[in-house]
Nanobody, 124 residues
Framework: VQLQASGGGLAQAGGSLKLSCAVS????????MGWFRQAPGKEREFVAA????????YYRDSVKGRFTISRDNAKNTVNLQMNSLKPDDTAVYYC??????????????????WGQGTLVTVSS
């Protein structure tokens, strides 16, 4: 299973970026998906999760109302639209896939596969 994240870059505070993660080698529609991030000197933290059908989403409090996770099961991709970016959002963002499950998952130990990470830098 391979996960390829893209879309990171530099944004100004208040700006937007969209991350995408392409999944191959697995029946994507059976995989709950998540996004995590790791800022310099900090532990990896949960950002957002989506169920395998896309019917349920879940966010960490600090990104609620600003970030939107979505998926396209026909294209085997999961996206993270990030609006109203803040300097505190600066981190390497990772997409993750879980083999199966009916809900959403917010712990990194719940996921089986990880992408390589994409850097998001937000300037003030």
């Amino acid at each position: 299973v391979q996960l390829q994240a893209s879309g990171g870059g530099l944004a100004q505070a208040g700006g937007s970026l969209k991350l995408s993660c392409a999944v191959s080698g697995r029946t994507f529609s059976s995989c709950p998906m998540g996004w995590f991030r790791q800022a310099p000197g900090k532990e990896r933290e949960f950002v957002a999760a989506i169920s395998r059908t896309g019917s349920t989403t879940y966010y960490r409090d600090s990104v609620k109302g600003r970030f939107t996770i979505s998926r396209d099961n026909a294209k085997n991709t999961v996206n993270l639209q990030m609006n109203s970016l803040k300097p505190d959002d600066t981190a390497v963002y990772y997409c993750a896939a879980r083999n199966t499950g009916g809900g959403f998952y917010s712990r990194d130990i719940d996921y089986d596969y990880w992408g390589q990470g994409t850097l998001v830098t937000v300037s003030s």
